[in-house]
């Protein structure tokens, strides 16, 4: 089972792909962790990208499409992959498939946790006044919500005609939401 966790910036899209990896075992793939991580690391890739995510922008479909592909090839036997904020661009999108069809298999779900936008900037502010992650300044999630609506939004149809989109409400509480995708993927 390989799903896509979809939705804008701060959804829970994170929250409910670690619920996955602890109850199913799938494997979590974010681009966004693996760039905090290569970030932290101080590696020439993080140094590169830093900039780019603190002002909320995409980094570029190449470095992201590298990273997803040196994944899948470190994790052979998993069971499942969980996309978590990729793809976000129907370059990434096109990638993916691409990928997946070389390793013989495919995407089964893309699942989109619908959300309030400005329950979002609420959200966030929140977090950004506890955590202190940069990209989660008002300035920056504003690019970010952008970035969503003109970059990643367009995937919707995408998917939409492959017949692989499901939407849930994720504005319900981390449990509630949690039961509506294993609902979903329990369905067949
Ligand atoms: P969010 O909380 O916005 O879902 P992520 O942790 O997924 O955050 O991503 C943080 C930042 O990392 C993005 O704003 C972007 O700069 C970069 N990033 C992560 N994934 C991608 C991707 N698939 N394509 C381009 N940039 C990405």
């Given at each position: 089972?390989n799903?896509?966790?979809?939705?804008?910036?701060?959804?829970?899209?994170?929250?409910?792909?670690?619920?996955?990896?602890?109850?199913?075992?799938?494997?979590?793939?974010?681009?966004?962790d693996?760039?905090?991580?290569?970030?932290?690391?101080?590696?020439?890739?993080?140094?590169?990208?830093a900039?780019?995510?603190?002002?909320?922008?995409?980094?570029?479909?190449?470095?992201?499409?590298?990273?997803?592909?040196?994944?899948?090839?470190?994790?052979?036997?998993?069971?499942?992959?969980?996309?978590?904020?990729?793809?976000r661009?129907?370059?990434?999108?096109?990638?993916?498939?691409?990928m997946?069809?070389?390793?013989?298999?495919?995407?089964?779900?893309?699942?989109?946790?619908?959300v309030?936008?400005?329950?979002?900037?609420?959200?966030v502010?929140?977090?950004?006044?506890?955590?202190?992650?940069?990209?989660d300044?008002?300035?920056?999630?504003k690019?970010?919500?952008?970035?969503?609506?003109?970059?990643?939004?367009?995937?919707?149809?995408?998917?939409?005609?492959?017949?692989?989109?499901?939407?849930?409400?994720g504005?319900?509480?981390?449990?509630?939401?949690?039961?509506a995708?294993?609902?979903?993927?329990?369905?067949?």
């Amino acid at each position: 089972m390989n799903l896509i966790l979809f939705g804008p910036p701060a959804a829970g899209k994170g929250t409910q792909a670690k619920r996955l990896v602890a109850e199913r075992g799938y494997v979590q793939l974010s681009t966004g962790d693996m760039l905090r991580a290569a970030r932290a690391g101080g590696s020439e890739l993080g140094n590169r990208v830093a900039a780019i995510m603190d002002s909320g922008s995409l980094v570029s479909d190449e470095i992201v499409i590298a990273l997803i592909e040196e994944a899948l090839a470190a994790n052979p036997k998993a069971g499942g992959f969980i996309f978590d904020g990729f793809p976000r661009t129907v370059a990434q999108a096109e990638a993916l498939d691409a990928m997946l069809t070389r390793h013989g298999t495919k995407i089964d779900r893309v699942i989109r946790l619908e959300v309030d936008s400005q329950k979002l900037i609420d959200r966030v502010a929140k977090r950004f006044a506890e955590e202190g992650r940069k990209d989660d300044n008002p300035e920056s999630f504003k690019v970010r919500l952008k970035a969503y609506t003109d970059q990643t939004a367009p995937l919707l149809p995408y998917y939409e005609k492959q017949g692989k989109l499901i939407g849930v409400d994720g504005m319900a509480e981390v449990e509630s939401v949690a039961r509506a995708i294993a609902g979903t993927i329990d369905a067949r």
